[in-house]
């Protein structure tokens, strides 16, 4: 959490929403023919297509790195507020690539500008706080082009650092964020007492 309260308002009319126009991006898979997909910023239209793309995230993360996601929470009250906001806040960066043809989305990308504890240097913060590729499609390098406008807003909106929240043992979403010059900054560390008491 970011940002001094008495300080948030005013931060707030300073932001610049996303600009971007649509950008074409030619993909080829190894085997098969090749594909034209849109780069764009989302619209409320999409909200479906990014909370499917989402529970696929969800499901990723929750069978290889963290079992206690909440598949439900996606589809939730909660979780449609939750999108609604990241596509059209001031705060707030969404952008998708669209199958042109079927109008599916293959990916998506979100982030925030928060607020951040006071017992921390007032400055802009945003968090990357999702982003994923479809199966299909990954190794084309079109979550580094998510990412990089992810940074490019950050840049225009005057922000000091941005950060990721990636599971400690997801070494090639690591490995990513590294590429871009992320470094580790604070690392949580957890206790699971409910499987350490059942090993008793």
Not at 13 to 18: S, T, V
Not at 28 to 46: F, H, M, S, T, Y
Not at 147 to 163: P, Q, R, T, Y
Request: aromatic residues 12%; proline residues 3%.
């Amino acid at each position: 959490m970011y940002f001094r309260q008495s300080t948030i308002s005013s931060i707030l009319k300073q932001l610049k929403r996303p600009e971007k126009n649509p950008e074409v991006i030619e993909f080829a898979p190894k085997n098969g023919q090749k594909e034209k997909l849109v780069l764009r910023l989302a619209k409320p239209k999409d909200l479906k297509e990014i909370m499917r793309l989402n529970l696929e995230l969800f499901k990723h993360q929750q069978k290889n790195f963290d079992p206690t996601l909440n598949l439900s929470w996606t589809f939730s009250n909660e979780g449609k507020k939750y999108f609604k906001k990241r596509i059209s806040g001031k705060d707030s960066f969404t952008e998708v690539i669209e199958n042109p043809e079927n109008k599916n989305l293959i990916a998506y990308a979100t982030g925030l500008i928060q607020k951040r504890h006071n017992y921390r240097v007032a400055g802009k913060y945003a968090e990357l706080e999702s982003i994923f590729v479809e199966e299909k499609y990954k190794n084309a390098n079109l979550g580094s082009k998510l990412l990089g406008d992810f940074i490019e807003w950050c840049k225009v909106n005057k922000v000091d650092n941005a950060s990721a929240l990636v599971a400690a043992q997801n070494n090639s979403a690591i490995n990513f964020y590294k590429k871009t010059g992320f470094e580790y900054y604070d690392i949580v560390m957890e206790l699971n007492l409910k499987k350490k008491n059942s090993e008793k």
